[in-house]
Nanobody
């Protein structure tokens, strides 16, 4: 299984970025997908998740109303549209996958993509 993130970069406060995660080696439509992030010196934290069918979306309070998660099961991709970015959004963003019927820890992780928001 491979999860490969892309789309990170540097942006100014208030700007936007769109992250993408391409999945391979798994039956993508059977997996709940999520985004996590980890800032320097901090623990990894949940950002957003989407059910296998795409009809249930979940967001951390810190990103609600600014970030939008989506998926394309035909293309095995999950995206995170990030708007109104803030310096505190600076982190390495990770894509993760978990089989739809399981709870708890995620099964697979990507290598991460850096997002830097500067003022």
């Amino acid at each position: 299984v491979q999860l490969v993130e892309s789309g990170g970069g540097s942006v100014q406060v208030g700007g936007s970025l769109r992250l993408a995660c391409a999945a391979s080696g798994l039956t993508f439509s059977m997996y709940r997908m999520a985004w996590f992030r980890q800032a320097p010196g901090k623990e990894r934290e949940f950002v957003s998740a989407i059910s296998w069918s795409g009809d249930r979306l979940y967001y951390a309070d810190s990103v609600k109303g600014r970030f939008t998660i989506s998926r394309d099961n035909a293309k095995n991709t999950v995206s995170l549209q990030m708007n109104s970015l803030r310096p505190e959004d600076t982190a390495v963003y990770y894509c993760a996958a978990r089989e739809y019927y399981r709870t708890g820890e995620y099964d697979y992780w990507g290598q991460g993509t850096q997002v830097t928001v500067s003022s």
